[in-house]
Structures are given as C-alpha cells and as structure tokens.
C-alpha cells in the first residue's frame, strides 16, 4: 500500500483513538463490564452452537482491553482504520481513481455503530471480515471461493455476512465481472450457510439472518444494514463531486450528533462511584449539575461517604428517589444502585442488586465486575463455596485473575477477613437480626442498619439525607 | 558399539519406571468428588467419572470377580470408558464392583459401589437456570440421556425473546404426554396429550391466578392444576435467601376432553390454601398440600402445609378430605407430594413452614408409607442443606431423584437414591458428568424440576408459538 492510501485510514485511526481515549472511555468501560471474556475452553466451545459464534468470540477477546480504556480505544482505532484500508482496497477495485475521502464511508458507519453503548465488537468483527472476503472476491473472481466462502463467512460471522448477497453483484458489476452469476452463488451459498441454522438453532429465523450478535439486545439489528449503504454509496456518487461533499458534510455531522455525552457523563458517575472516587463525582457536578437519576444517585452517595451531606442542597434533588428509587428491572440502574447498597454496608442487598443486574443483561452475558462483587459479598457473608465458584471464573480471566487469586487465599480465614479493610468494615456492619427487606422503605432499612452499628457514617449520612429531602418532598 | 550402549542404557531406563514403586497403605477412603463411595447405582446408569482430591496422578481400577477395568486419567479426572462400563455394570448387576484407588505414592483403602438389578428411567429432563431472585437470563428446559453423558436441548430463551418456560410435568413419565408453562409476554400453557397440542390463557378469570403446578391423571383425560397467587421477599442476611409465599391458592382439575376447569369446594376452599396437587397411579386418589388460610404476609411463618387426599372417580371429585400427614401438628409443612409407581410411597418435601421450600435450608424429603400408615424423614437421603423437588421413576423400581444444594449451598444438582424393598434409602450419588469437578465448577446454573421419563423430551417451538386458547369454566 502506497502512503497516500495510508494516509486516511491512518488519520482516522489516530483520531478514534483520541476520541475513544480521551472523550469516550467510559463508554469502553461500560462495555467491559458487561462481559466476562474467559481463557477456558468451555468458554470458547460455548460460542459454537449458532452462526456468528466466531466473531462473538473474537468481539468479546477484543472488548476485554477496554478495562485499561488506552488499550480499548487501540483496539477501536485498529477496528476503524482495518475497516478504511479494507473499504479502499474494494472501493479502489471497483472505481479507480476515486477521491480517497470516499473511503471514510464505512468507517464513518462503524464509527457511529460504536458510539451506541450497545452496539458490540463482534460487529466490528464481522464487518471487517466481510470486507476482507469481498475484497479476496474482487481480486479473485473466483466461483468456488464465493460458493464455499460465503456459507463459511455466514458460520463465523453470522447476519452480515448476507449482506455480501448484494455487495458482491453490485462490486462485480463495477469491475466487470459477470453480475448474474456472481449474484446467483452468492445467494445459494447464503442458503447453505442458512438451512441448517434455521432449523438446528434455537433463534427465531429473523434474528439468524440479521444476526444474533451484534446488539446487545436482541432485536432485529437492522442499523448493520448502513455498512452496506457505506460500501455502496461511494460507487454510486464518485462522478459527482457535489454528493460526495454532502456524503462528507453529513459523515461531520454525524461525528458530532452521534456521541452521547449525556450517556458518557452518566457512566463516568457510575465508574467513579465504583472506584469509590467521591471528591472526583462532587467536582463533576460542581462543574455541571447532574442531569439523571443514576448521576443524582452517584452525587448523593458521594456526599455521604465523604461527611459532605450538607451540601446536599447545594444541588438540585428531586426527592428520596435521588438516594434510592423504587426498583427497576434493568441492567444499568441496578448495578449502580448496588454501589449504593454497597457502600452504606448493606451487603445482601447489594448482593441481590449485582445478582439481578446481572440477569438483565440483555446478551445473557456474565459480567466480571458483577462476579468479583458477588463474589466479596459472598465471602463477607461466610459462603466461602460460593465465592470459591466465582473466583475460580475470575482466574481465567486477563485483568481480575490477580485479584482474583489473592481474594481466594482468605476463604474459611475468618481472621484474615476481619482484617481486610473493606471486608471486615463490611461485616462489622451487617444488620444484627434478620428481617424482610424493603427497597420501598429505604429510610426504615437505614434507620436500622444505623441502630445495627452507629459507626456506620455513610449509612448515618445517607439516612439524614433521605430523612430531609423526605420532608421536603 | 555405541548404539549397542544406547540401547541397554535405554532398556536400563525403562526397567526403572517401570519397577513397582513403594505405595503407602492408607487405612481410608480417598477424598473423591462426587462421594460415590457406597453408593447404590441402577445397573444402567452413565460412567461414574470422578475426580481424585489427593496429590499426583491417580490411578483407579474397577474390579469384579475375575474382571477389572482401568480408568484412563485426565487431570486428576478418572474416566471409565462408556461401552466397557455399561458391560461392567451388566455383570456386576445385583453384586457390588470393587473401585480401588491410588494417587502418588498412596494406596487408599478400596469402596465399593453397588449395583442394583433394577434400571432407572433412562431419561432425565430438567431446567438450567440460574439461582436468582426475580429475573432470569438465559435458560432453558434440557433432556439428559442418563446412560451417558448426551444432553440436548429441548428449549431455550433465545427461541422466544423474553420467555422463561417452568413447570414441565409428564403423564407417568411419557413425555409424549406434557404440560408446561411458558412466562412472558406471548406467555401461556403448552397441553400436548399425546395426539393434540394446545396453547391455553390458563388465567381465565374464573381461578385465584394462573396455573401453575401440575398433575396428569394417570388416563391422561384430567391434568389438575393448582392456581397461586405467589409473592416473594428476601431476607437481609440471606440465610435463608428468598420467601416466596402463596398469598392464595385453589386446585383445579382441567378436562382435556372440554378443554374446562372446574373445581370443587374439597380443593378450592376460600378458607384454606391447596397447592400441590398429584394423583395416585390407579387414578382413584388426589393427594395435596393443604393449609389453612392466614393473612400474608403478617402469619408467613406460620403457614404449615398436610398431606390430604380425596377421592377422584370418573372425574368427580370427591366431598370428604383425608388427612394423611398432620404435618401442622409437628411444627412442620409438607409440600410437593407425589405417589411412587407402585402406589405404596409419597414422597414429599417437608420443612419448618412455607410452600416454597426450595429456598429453605432446612427442607428434607420425607416418605408417607400408605401401607403402615406412618410417616418418616429420609434421614439417609438428606443434608444440611435444601433437599428437594423430587421425581419418581416410572418403572416401579423405587429410584427416584431429587434436587439438592448440599454441594455448595446454593446451586442445586440433581441426585438419585432408591427405596429399597424394607423401605429405608441408599446412598445418593450425584448426576454423572464425563469432567464432574472442572464440569459442576464451572457451573453457575442450577438444575430445578428434574424428572424421569422413559423416552427423550422433544418439543416443537411451533407449539409454544400457536395461538392461544381459553381455558373454559365448567
């Protein structure tokens, strides 16, 4: 590749990376929390039973380096500029001599698919091998590679391999291939790959043929379809230099719309609140006041933990809700909340918070974060089985293993336990009796987790809280 | 000359691996996981693989009379080939197999396991689902060949988006007839009597709430269902972890015939709670739990559950209520009564009180005898921890399983005991797996509502995706 064709997908790769890095990294947190990437082979056999499997694996390997967000916006820039070279080479092949800026269509598309908070790596995966195969197509022409290759691309990359259905016609086209024909073995090998998924997969027929993976939730995923649009756009337009510059207008102006700040912001609150980094939550909402509920939660809990709780009207509050709302079915809130519960010392309460948290998470993916902190609420609570369970999970993993198998060493050392400075805290703070817990009457359960240990200043701060804005309400 | 020394230097070599090393006797059993020392097994049972807890490589050896059979070793994981095994088993059947172990340098003391003449409904099917509080993520409803380790899918989540299906029961163990519960918002009960398969809106505003627990006549024309209103709470110190609690609950009997429900005041009484409902195997009998109506949640603790029957005779059932278990008198309640195939035997859970004793540390299974009229706990059969949901096996043999947490204290694994012909209970072993220790870690599901049945479970999504049916009212 020559520097002037280097030059795009390397500008764009060095400003993801800055992007991710510096602007959105909390967003890549967001995203490594949500899973738990392990090195066992239970683990990678366990992505082999619908198509799409391969690049889930792959998407979920690639999303672990996102617990250090400098090496997850790496491995997003690696993702834009692979998807530029890629998208060159083919658009290239199909209309030489076209302007370069053409290039940055599809990875223009990607780059918006990863600003959404649930849009997955395993996307980003497929796309790039989808790209990688029509290229091969392109440079090869040949019919065997299209029958066989594009059945193997469905298996391993699952929906958007179909896309190729169209891309391949439409590329052959251009670059003087026979159209028909193309398209006809595109088709049937779709139909190979497609056959047995549908009638061995335990997935709805439409959700195998938009795919399975690339969304967290699962829905019909029919945003991939604008990779398509990317790839096809630039034929369409190069001859005319007035829609290529609308293409790049609209491709800046979508850089800008389709970041969610808003989102971003809220989930630095939740990360700070998990790093038990007060002071940092407190100067983000002296900078600009909290706009949600989870960041209110955040703030509340913040000024609780460091004795500031008479600032609390130093900010707008919106009721009892800002320290505990009635609980939600979701996997977002819930995790935060659990910080709450957590930090004031209310260990199984948290422990039903993360365990639901969990459940919610709409891929039915594990979470790391949720298993380490289910696994301390176990071992504070004297189910040292249990916590053994998750903790060996940890193991297997890159960045929690070493934390993981230092927790392990205190199972069943009831000394060592109340000695650890968060731990034996915990423990000290546990309710004396047993009783029926009730989210809905938040105050009653402090006002007796105070009476249950009145050295327990966050739960005496947070009470005094939710006491006044009570009042006030 | 120098491959001449090579070689006897090589042959030198292998005489010394090879030359018997020092063992030392140790006068005990070895620590296995699953403890299947002693145990009882059905002569057609799976490989029971288990993993060595001691320090270097294991070796075991089945032995019976003239006969052995070496595991292979994985890890520390002692692996007994299938076809071999079953043959193993097929000989020894009525006899016990002697299983010696040795790891490193240590001779453990040989345990026998003990087969049984009889065979075990070769099927198992159960849900994998994990041990949560109001949400579950991925699951799904599986059939376990129990002579090997072949486990399919029969359902799960994914096929529905936003489903969860419980409660599966067959008629006598044939899963060609079932009834199963499908949650969620396209939601409903799955009737497939063998011919015909119906979706039914089982809350058809006549019953207390939806079905929910289940039973078929033996003729398979009648399933009774009991309907519940459960509620649930969780405790702060998570000893015991869930309440879930029936603010009210009725038993209805459905005609498969009609597609109604009707009902009587003998099992749908508004001044009690009847739950749990299940026939005898002539068909003649309706055994339920049943408990006097209390205010809930304020009286939780102090709802206690007998074992009661009625008759049932050409569909009608009968005015007069027997009570079989005073479980109330003892401080106690029986939940999930279900006769054995030879009629002799309910078998039931019993804890302190409650109708959700899954989540009660101190739930035992106990065993009515309908032939002394007395009752007991199976004191052999239980653990400390939660012993529960259990499920006879069709073919009179007196094998059953049943759910239990004694593992880890929260994920329930299945284990299979049998009633012998004096009554008492063998040891339980555990559900075989080809890697049980690196299998059941890794495992964050638990097993709920396993049951035995003759043949595969199979079931068709377009079942659960046609369209729904009202339930009538007689």
């Not at chain 1, 091969?136 to 299209?146: E, H």
């Not at chain 1, 929906?159 to 003087?176: E, S, W």
């Not at chain 2, 015939?257 to 005898?280: G, H, V």
Request: net charge neutral; proline share 5%.
């Amino acid at each position: 590749m020559d520097i002037s064709k280097a030059r795009v997908p390397a500008i764009l790769g060095i400003a993801a990376f800055l992007f991710f890095w510096l602007v959105y990294p909390n967003h890549l947190r967001f995203a490594e929390q949500y899973q738990m990437f392990l090195y066992t082979g239970d683990y990678f056999c366990s992505f082999f039973n619908r198509p799409g499997g391969f690049a889930a694996y792959l998407g979920a390997f690639f999303t672990q380096f996102a617990y250090i967000p400098a090496l997850g916006a790496l491995v997003y820039a690696s993702f834009i500029s692979l998807t530029a070279i890629l998208a060159g080479a083919c658009i290239g092949k199909a209309v030489p001599r076209q302007s370069l800026s053409l290039q940055i269509l599809p990875a223009a598309a990607l780059f918006c698919m990863m600003c959404n908070e649930n849009f997955k790596l395993s996307g980003a995966v497929a796309f790039v091998m989808l790209l990688a195969f029509v290229l091969l197509v392109i440079k090869t022409n040949s019919s065997a590679i299209i029958l066989a290759g594009q059945a193997l691309l469905y298996c391993l990359v699952g929906g958007i391999a179909l896309q190729a259905v169209i891309l391949l016609p439409v590329y052959a086209y251009f670059c003087g291939h026979k159209v028909w024909k193309t398209f006809l073995l595109s088709a049937a090998s779709s139909f190979i790959g497609l056959l047995p998924a549908m009638l061995l997969c335990q997935y709805p027929p439409l959700r195998l043929i938009f795919g399975t993976e690339y969304f967290r939730f699962p829905v019909l995923f029919t945003g991939q379809w604008f990779f398509c649009l990317a790839m096809l756009l630039p034929l369409l337009i190069h001859k005319y230099r007035w829609m290529r510059a609308v293409v790049l207008v609209c491709c800046a102006v979508l850089f800008i719309l389709m970041p969610d700040m808003k989102k971003e912001r809220t989930m630095k609150y939740d990360h700070l609140a998990y790093r038990g980094r007060f002071n940092e939550i407190i100067k983000l909402a002296e900078k600009k006041t909290p706009q949600t509920r989870i960041q209110m939660n955040c703030l509340n809990l913040a000024l609780a933990a460091t004795s500031n709780i008479d600032r609390l009207y130093d900010f707008p509050q919106n009721g009892v809700q800002g320290i505990m709302p009635p609980y939600s079915r979701d996997f977002v809130s819930t995790l935060t909340l659990a910080e709450v519960l957590w930090r004031s010392g209310q260990t199984a309460a948290a422990q039903v918070y993360v365990f639901e948290a969990q459940e919610c998470i709409p891929d039915y993916q594990k979470s790391a974060r949720c298993y380490k902190r289910l696994a301390e609420t176990a071992i504070i609570m004297g189910t040292y089985e249990v916590a053994g369970k998750y903790l060996t999970a940890l193991s297997h993993t890159l960045f929690y293993s070493g934390w993981a198998r230092k927790a392990a060493t205190y199972l069943g050392d009831e000394q060592k336990i109340s000695g650890h400075d968060v731990w034996g805290r915990q423990r000290d703070y546990m309710y004396d009796e047993d009783f029926y817990y009730d989210v809905n009457n938040f105050g009653l359960m402090l006002y007796r987790l105070v009476q249950s240990n009145p050295a327990n200043t966050v739960a005496k701060n947070l009470l005094i809280a939710y006491q006044s804005l009570a009042n006030n309400e | 000359m120098i491959m001449k020394r090579a070689f006897f230097i090589l042959l030198f070599a292998i005489a010394i691996c090879c030359a018997p090393k020092d063992e030392t006797y140790v006068d005990s059993f070895p620590e296995i996981y699953p403890d299947y020392i002693s145990v009882t097994v059905p002569c057609n049972i799976a490989p029971l693989n288990f993993d060595v807890k001691s320090e270097g490589r294991p070796y075991v050896s089945l032995s019976y009379r003239a006969y052995s059979l070496n595991a292979s070793v994985c890890g520390s994981t002692a692996m007994f080939p299938e076809k071999k095994w079953h043959k193993f088993l097929m000989m020894a059947a009525g006899d016990s197999i002697k299983v010696s172990v040795s790891a490193g340098n240590v001779r453990y003391k040989d345990f026998f396991i003990y087969v049984s003449e009889t065979e075990i409904d070769p099927y198992l099917s159960y849900r994998k689902i994990a041990p949560g509080f109001e949400i579950h993520s991925k699951m799904g409803l599986y059939c376990r060949d129990l002579t090997s380790y072949r486990e399919k899918v029969v359902f799960e989540n994914t096929a529905i988006t936003g489903s969860c299906i419980n409660c599966h029961s067959f008629n006598a163990g044939d899963p060609s007839q079932v009834t199963l519960h499908v949650r969620g918002t396209k939601g409903g009960t799955l009737i497939r009597d063998g011919k015909h398969s119906g979706f039914f809106n089982s809350n058809n505003g006549h019953t207390r709430g939806g079905c929910t627990y289940e039973a078929w006549h033996p003729s398979g024309k009648y399933i009774a269902y009991s309907t519940n209103i459960p509620l649930q709470m969780y405790h702060v110190k998570l000893d015991n972890r869930i309440e879930i609690y029936d603010k009210d609950s009725d038993i209805s009997i459905f005609d498969c015939a009609t597609e109604e429900l009707f009902t009587s005041p003998t099992i749908a009484d508004s001044a009690s709670f009847e739950t749990y409902p299940s026939f005898s195997r002539d068909g003649k009998t309706l055994f339920f739990a049943r408990a006097l109506l209390r205010p809930m949640p304020d009286e939780y603790d102090s709802a206690r559950y007998n074992l009661c029957c009625t008759s049932f005779e050409d569909g009608k059932i009968g005015n007069e209520i027997r009570t079989l278990v005073d479980a109330e008198a003892d401080s106690l309640s029986i939940c999930t009564p279900r006769p054995s195939a030879d009629g002799r035997y309910v078998m039931f859970a019993v804890s302190s009180w409650g109708t959700f004793p899954i989540w009660h540390r101190d739930c035992q299974l106990g065993l009515y005898d309908m032939k002394n009229d007395s009752w007991r706990i199976l004191d052999e059969v239980c653990s400390p921890e939660t012993d529960s949901w259990h499920s006879w096996s069709n073919n009179g043999s007196g094998w059953f399983c049943f759910a239990s947490r004694r593992d880890d204290g929260l994920h329930t694994r299945v284990y299979f005991s049998m009633i012998n012909p004096d009554g008492s209970a063998t040891k339980p072993f555990m559900l075989p797996q080809r890697r049980p220790d690196r299998y059941y870690t890794r495992l964050f599901y638990s097993y709920n509502i396993p049951e035995l049945s003759s043949s595969e479970f199979t079931l068709d999504i377009d079942e659960l995706t046609q369209d729904k049916k009202e339930m009538g009212q007689r």
